[in-house]
Protein backbone atom coordinates (compact mmCIF):
# COMPACT_ATOMS: atom_id res chain seq x y z
CA UNK A 1 0.00 0.00 0.00
CA UNK A 2 1.15 3.32 -0.88
CA UNK A 3 2.86 5.45 2.15
CA UNK A 4 4.05 9.22 2.52
CA UNK A 5 6.34 7.93 5.36
CA UNK A 6 8.36 5.07 5.16
CA UNK A 7 11.49 5.50 7.05
CA UNK A 8 12.07 6.71 10.75
CA UNK A 9 14.57 9.63 9.63
CA UNK A 10 11.53 10.78 7.49
CA UNK A 11 9.39 10.75 10.86
CA UNK A 12 12.06 12.60 12.94
CA UNK A 13 12.55 15.50 10.60
CA UNK A 14 8.81 16.62 11.34
CA UNK A 15 8.86 15.98 14.91
CA UNK A 16 10.81 17.60 17.94
CA UNK A 17 12.18 15.71 20.90
CA UNK A 18 11.78 12.18 19.23
CA UNK A 19 13.96 9.61 20.64
CA UNK A 20 17.22 9.01 17.88
CA UNK A 21 16.58 5.08 19.37
CA UNK A 22 13.00 4.81 18.01
CA UNK A 23 13.01 1.89 15.91
CA UNK A 24 10.52 3.04 13.04
CA UNK A 25 9.03 -0.22 13.28
CA UNK A 26 7.16 0.52 16.58
CA UNK A 27 5.61 3.49 14.91
CA UNK A 28 5.09 1.88 11.33
CA UNK A 29 1.77 0.64 12.10
CA UNK A 30 0.30 3.97 13.42
CA UNK A 31 1.87 5.71 10.29
CA UNK A 32 -0.60 3.57 8.15
CA UNK A 33 -3.90 4.40 10.36
CA UNK A 34 -3.06 7.93 10.21
CA UNK A 35 -2.79 7.85 6.74
CA UNK A 36 -6.25 6.04 6.35
CA UNK A 37 -7.84 7.91 9.26
CA UNK A 38 -7.05 11.59 8.38
CA UNK A 39 -4.90 12.01 5.08
CA UNK A 40 -7.26 10.40 2.91
CA UNK A 41 -10.59 11.51 4.53
CA UNK A 42 -9.11 14.43 4.07
CA UNK A 43 -7.87 15.08 0.37
CA UNK A 44 -9.17 11.41 -1.01
CA UNK A 45 -7.92 8.20 -1.54
CA UNK A 46 -7.00 9.03 -4.97
CA UNK A 47 -5.46 12.22 -4.50
CA UNK A 48 -3.14 10.89 -1.78
CA UNK A 49 -1.80 7.93 -3.73
CA UNK A 50 -0.63 10.53 -6.32
CA UNK A 51 0.89 12.60 -3.75
CA UNK A 52 2.64 9.03 -2.35
CA UNK A 53 3.69 8.24 -5.93
CA UNK A 54 4.47 11.63 -7.45
CA UNK A 55 7.97 12.83 -8.03
CA UNK A 56 7.47 16.14 -9.94
CA UNK A 57 8.89 18.80 -7.83
CA UNK A 58 5.78 21.18 -8.34
CA UNK A 59 4.10 18.89 -5.43
CA UNK A 60 7.40 19.08 -3.20
CA UNK A 61 5.28 21.73 -0.69
CA UNK A 62 2.21 20.00 -0.75
CA UNK A 63 3.53 16.36 -0.15
CA UNK A 64 5.98 17.76 2.74
CA UNK A 65 2.80 19.39 4.02
CA UNK A 66 1.03 15.94 3.49
CA UNK A 67 3.92 14.07 5.54
CA UNK A 68 3.91 16.61 8.48
CA UNK A 69 0.24 16.07 9.06
CA UNK A 70 1.39 11.77 8.90
CA UNK A 71 3.70 12.75 11.32
CA UNK A 72 1.87 14.10 14.03
CA UNK A 73 -1.71 12.22 13.52
CA UNK A 74 0.75 9.02 14.05
CA UNK A 75 2.61 10.07 16.81
CA UNK A 76 -0.46 11.35 18.90
CA UNK A 77 -2.02 7.63 18.14
CA UNK A 78 1.19 6.21 19.42
CA UNK A 79 1.71 7.99 22.44
CA UNK A 80 -0.35 5.94 24.60
CA UNK A 81 1.47 2.50 23.59
CA UNK A 82 4.68 4.01 23.74
CA UNK A 83 4.68 4.03 27.76
CA UNK A 84 4.23 0.10 27.89
CA UNK A 85 5.10 -2.96 26.61
CA UNK A 86 2.90 -5.86 25.96
CA UNK A 87 4.40 -9.19 26.22
CA UNK A 88 3.76 -13.17 27.52
CA UNK A 89 4.15 -11.48 31.59
CA UNK A 90 0.98 -8.95 29.91
CA UNK A 91 1.48 -5.06 29.78
CA UNK A 92 4.51 -3.36 31.75
CA UNK A 93 6.22 0.19 31.61
CA UNK A 94 9.68 0.41 30.68
CA UNK A 95 12.03 2.57 33.22
CA UNK A 96 15.63 2.76 32.04
CA UNK A 97 18.02 3.20 34.21
CA UNK A 98 18.69 7.37 35.08
CA UNK A 99 15.43 7.87 33.81
CA UNK A 100 11.79 8.83 35.29
CA UNK A 101 8.64 7.86 33.66
CA UNK A 102 7.11 11.44 33.34
CA UNK A 103 3.71 12.23 35.41
CA UNK A 104 0.08 12.07 34.26
CA UNK A 105 0.12 16.16 33.62
CA UNK A 106 3.54 15.85 31.24
CA UNK A 107 1.29 13.11 29.21
CA UNK A 108 -1.80 14.84 29.74
CA UNK A 109 0.18 18.12 28.26
CA UNK A 110 2.20 16.14 25.27
CA UNK A 111 -0.91 14.32 23.77
CA UNK A 112 -2.63 17.94 23.92
CA UNK A 113 0.10 19.81 22.63
CA UNK A 114 0.27 16.97 19.82
CA UNK A 115 -3.54 16.47 18.78
CA UNK A 116 -2.89 20.65 18.23
CA UNK A 117 0.04 20.42 15.94
CA UNK A 118 -1.28 17.18 14.13
CA UNK A 119 -4.41 19.28 13.37
CA UNK A 120 -2.56 22.71 12.98
CA UNK A 121 -0.42 20.71 10.11
CA UNK A 122 -3.59 19.22 8.27
CA UNK A 123 -4.97 22.62 7.99
CA UNK A 124 -2.06 23.83 6.22
CA UNK A 125 -1.99 21.26 4.10
CA UNK A 126 -5.82 21.32 3.63
CA UNK A 127 -4.80 25.50 3.10
CA UNK A 128 -2.95 24.74 0.21
CA UNK A 129 -4.86 22.67 -1.34
CA UNK A 130 -7.53 24.91 -1.37
CA UNK A 131 -5.54 27.13 -3.88
CA UNK A 132 -4.14 24.40 -6.15
CA UNK A 133 -4.76 25.00 -9.56
CA UNK A 134 -3.63 21.59 -11.14
CA UNK A 135 -5.34 18.52 -13.17
CA UNK A 136 -4.39 16.36 -10.73
CA UNK A 137 -6.49 17.49 -7.70
CA UNK A 138 -9.46 19.11 -10.29
CA UNK A 139 -9.53 15.45 -11.15
CA UNK A 140 -9.85 13.52 -7.81
CA UNK A 141 -12.74 12.71 -5.66
CA UNK A 142 -12.47 15.18 -2.81
CA UNK A 143 -12.51 17.93 -5.48
CA UNK A 144 -15.57 16.69 -6.87
CA UNK A 145 -17.15 16.08 -4.01
CA UNK A 146 -16.56 19.86 -2.83
CA UNK A 147 -17.50 21.13 -6.18
CA UNK A 148 -20.97 19.41 -5.85
CA UNK A 149 -22.00 21.14 -3.09
CA UNK A 150 -23.71 24.75 -2.69
CA UNK A 151 -20.58 25.54 -0.46
CA UNK A 152 -17.65 24.34 -1.61
CA UNK A 153 -14.70 25.22 0.97
CA UNK A 154 -14.07 26.56 4.24
CA UNK A 155 -13.52 30.17 2.78
CA UNK A 156 -17.49 29.84 1.49
CA UNK A 157 -18.39 29.00 4.10
CA UNK A 158 -16.88 31.66 6.21
CA UNK A 159 -19.33 34.19 4.32
CA UNK A 160 -22.08 32.28 5.58
CA UNK A 161 -20.94 31.67 8.96
CA UNK A 162 -18.71 34.32 10.13
CA UNK A 163 -17.27 32.54 13.31
CA UNK A 164 -15.72 29.44 11.15
CA UNK A 165 -12.81 32.30 10.28
CA UNK A 166 -12.07 30.03 7.21
CA UNK A 167 -11.15 26.82 9.42
CA UNK A 168 -10.75 24.19 6.57
CA UNK A 169 -10.96 21.78 9.55
CA UNK A 170 -14.70 23.19 10.52
CA UNK A 171 -15.60 22.79 6.62
CA UNK A 172 -14.37 18.89 6.58
CA UNK A 173 -15.93 18.56 9.57
CA UNK A 174 -19.32 19.90 8.19
CA UNK A 175 -18.75 18.40 4.55
CA UNK A 176 -21.64 15.96 5.57
CA UNK A 177 -23.99 17.63 7.36
CA UNK A 178 -23.60 20.79 4.52
CA UNK A 179 -24.85 18.03 1.94
CA UNK A 180 -27.43 16.73 4.02
CA UNK A 181 -29.11 20.30 4.69
CA UNK A 182 -29.05 20.75 1.27
CA UNK A 183 -31.47 17.54 1.00
CA UNK A 184 -33.54 17.96 3.89
CA UNK A 185 -34.23 21.61 3.75
CA UNK A 186 -32.92 23.32 0.93
CA UNK A 187 -35.03 21.24 -1.74
CA UNK A 188 -37.90 21.11 -0.26
CA UNK A 189 -38.22 24.92 -0.03
CA UNK A 190 -36.86 25.63 -3.60
CA UNK A 191 -38.80 22.43 -5.22
CA UNK A 192 -36.62 19.94 -6.44
CA UNK A 193 -36.62 21.04 -9.93
CA UNK A 194 -35.46 24.65 -9.15
CA UNK A 195 -32.97 23.27 -6.63
CA UNK A 196 -31.37 20.30 -9.24
CA UNK A 197 -31.31 22.73 -12.16
CA UNK A 198 -29.67 25.23 -10.22
CA UNK A 199 -27.29 22.75 -8.73
CA UNK A 200 -26.69 21.64 -12.21
CA UNK A 201 -25.63 24.62 -13.55
CA UNK A 202 -23.57 26.02 -11.28
CA UNK A 203 -21.28 22.66 -11.15
CA UNK A 204 -21.24 22.72 -15.01
CA UNK A 205 -21.63 25.94 -16.24
CA UNK A 206 -21.37 28.42 -14.07
CA UNK A 207 -20.20 31.31 -16.51
CA UNK A 208 -23.84 31.20 -17.05
CA UNK A 209 -25.80 31.49 -13.85
CA UNK A 210 -27.88 34.55 -13.88
CA UNK A 211 -28.27 37.62 -11.40
CA UNK A 212 -31.70 35.86 -10.09
CA UNK A 213 -29.61 32.13 -9.83
CA UNK A 214 -26.83 33.86 -7.86
CA UNK A 215 -28.83 35.44 -5.39
CA UNK A 216 -30.59 32.29 -5.02
CA UNK A 217 -27.43 30.54 -4.74
CA UNK A 218 -26.43 33.19 -2.22
CA UNK A 219 -29.84 32.93 0.21
CA UNK A 220 -29.47 28.99 0.27
CA UNK A 221 -26.22 29.55 1.30
CA UNK A 222 -27.24 31.82 3.96
CA UNK A 223 -30.14 29.26 4.77
CA UNK A 224 -27.90 26.01 5.14
CA UNK A 225 -24.48 27.27 6.70
CA UNK A 226 -25.93 27.39 10.30
CA UNK A 227 -28.21 24.93 9.35
CA UNK A 228 -25.27 22.06 8.94
CA UNK A 229 -23.88 23.74 12.06
CA UNK A 230 -26.88 23.39 14.17
CA UNK A 231 -27.72 19.72 13.16
CA UNK A 232 -23.57 18.72 13.94
CA UNK A 233 -22.70 19.93 16.97
CA UNK A 234 -23.94 16.77 19.33
CA UNK A 235 -21.21 14.81 16.98
CA UNK A 236 -18.52 17.33 17.65
CA UNK A 237 -15.47 18.33 19.77
CA UNK A 238 -16.31 21.73 19.83
CA UNK A 239 -14.46 24.49 21.85
CA UNK A 240 -15.41 28.27 21.19
CA UNK A 241 -12.80 31.12 21.95
CA UNK A 242 -13.29 34.73 21.07
CA UNK A 243 -11.67 34.02 17.65
CA UNK A 244 -14.18 31.28 16.76
CA UNK A 245 -15.12 28.04 16.71
CA UNK A 246 -12.31 24.94 16.39
CA UNK A 247 -13.16 21.01 16.04
CA UNK A 248 -10.22 19.62 17.76
CA UNK A 249 -9.14 16.08 17.59
CA UNK A 250 -9.51 15.06 21.62
CA UNK A 251 -12.00 16.38 23.96
CA UNK A 252 -10.75 19.15 26.60
CA UNK A 253 -11.70 17.04 29.12
CA UNK A 254 -8.30 15.67 28.84
CA UNK A 255 -7.25 19.02 29.97
CA UNK A 256 -10.18 19.15 32.48
CA UNK A 257 -11.73 21.83 30.81
CA UNK A 258 -15.64 22.15 30.02
CA UNK A 259 -16.90 20.22 28.10
CA UNK A 260 -19.02 21.03 24.77
CA UNK A 261 -22.21 21.47 26.36
CA UNK A 262 -21.15 24.31 28.59
CA UNK A 263 -23.23 27.29 28.16
CA UNK A 264 -21.55 29.25 25.23
CA UNK A 265 -22.45 25.79 22.87
CA UNK A 266 -26.28 26.32 24.41
CA UNK A 267 -26.15 30.02 23.48
CA UNK A 268 -24.66 29.21 20.10
CA UNK A 269 -27.42 26.47 19.05
CA UNK A 270 -30.01 29.10 19.81
CA UNK A 271 -28.38 31.71 17.42
CA UNK A 272 -27.95 29.26 14.68
CA UNK A 273 -31.70 28.37 14.81
CA UNK A 274 -32.39 32.25 14.79
CA UNK A 275 -29.84 32.15 11.53
CA UNK A 276 -31.37 29.82 9.75
CA UNK A 277 -35.20 30.30 10.42
CA UNK A 278 -34.19 33.97 9.35
CA UNK A 279 -32.50 33.11 6.15
CA UNK A 280 -35.56 30.31 5.76
CA UNK A 281 -37.91 33.37 5.74
CA UNK A 282 -35.71 35.48 3.39
CA UNK A 283 -35.28 32.75 0.67
CA UNK A 284 -39.44 31.99 0.88
CA UNK A 285 -39.82 36.02 0.14
CA UNK A 286 -37.09 35.75 -2.58
CA UNK A 287 -38.76 33.31 -4.48
CA UNK A 288 -42.53 34.55 -3.78
CA UNK A 289 -41.16 37.94 -5.30
CA UNK A 290 -38.83 36.36 -7.76
CA UNK A 291 -40.47 33.61 -9.20
CA UNK A 292 -42.90 34.07 -12.61
CA UNK A 293 -43.46 31.28 -15.56
CA UNK A 294 -40.16 31.47 -16.91
CA UNK A 295 -37.59 32.01 -13.66
CA UNK A 296 -38.32 29.32 -11.12
CA UNK A 297 -40.92 27.84 -13.20
CA UNK A 298 -41.43 25.20 -10.58
CA UNK A 299 -41.83 27.20 -7.38
CA UNK A 300 -43.87 29.63 -9.13
CA UNK A 301 -46.43 26.56 -9.92
CA UNK A 302 -46.19 25.66 -7.02
CA UNK A 303 -47.25 29.12 -5.29
CA UNK A 304 -50.24 29.31 -7.75
CA UNK A 305 -51.46 25.88 -6.83
CA UNK A 306 -50.76 26.77 -3.21
CA UNK A 307 -52.85 30.00 -3.65
CA UNK A 308 -55.65 28.29 -5.64
CA UNK A 309 -56.27 25.70 -2.71
CA UNK A 310 -56.08 28.92 0.07
CA UNK A 311 -58.65 30.71 -2.21
CA UNK A 312 -61.06 27.04 -2.70
CA UNK A 313 -60.66 26.66 1.02
CA UNK A 314 -62.09 30.46 1.88
CA UNK A 315 -64.84 30.23 -0.31
CA UNK A 316 -66.01 26.95 0.81
CA UNK A 317 -65.97 27.94 4.24
CA UNK A 318 -68.44 31.18 2.84
CA UNK A 319 -70.55 28.49 1.90
CA UNK A 320 -69.50 29.39 -1.92
CA UNK A 321 -69.89 25.58 -2.55
Not at 70 to 82: D, E, M, S
Not at 121 to 141: T, V
Not at 183 to 189: C, G, M, N, Y
Amino acid sequence: MPTLIQTAEQLKSYLGGLQKSMDFKTIEPFVATAERRFIQTAIGKDFFEFLCATTDTTYSELKALAQKATAWYAYLLALPHLRVVSGDLGVMMNQPSRTTMAPKWAHVDLVSSTSENADAALEDLLEALEGLDADPWKNSEGFKANRSRIIRNATQLTQHLPLVQSRRRTFLALRFHLSKAEDSIARDICTAQVFDALKTKYTETPQELTPAEKRLLFLLADLIAPYALYRAIPGLRLRIDSDGIYVQTIDDSMKNQTPTTYPAVDELRKELVNSYKEAETALTKYLDETATETIFAAYFTKKQAKTSQVVTLSNSSLGFF
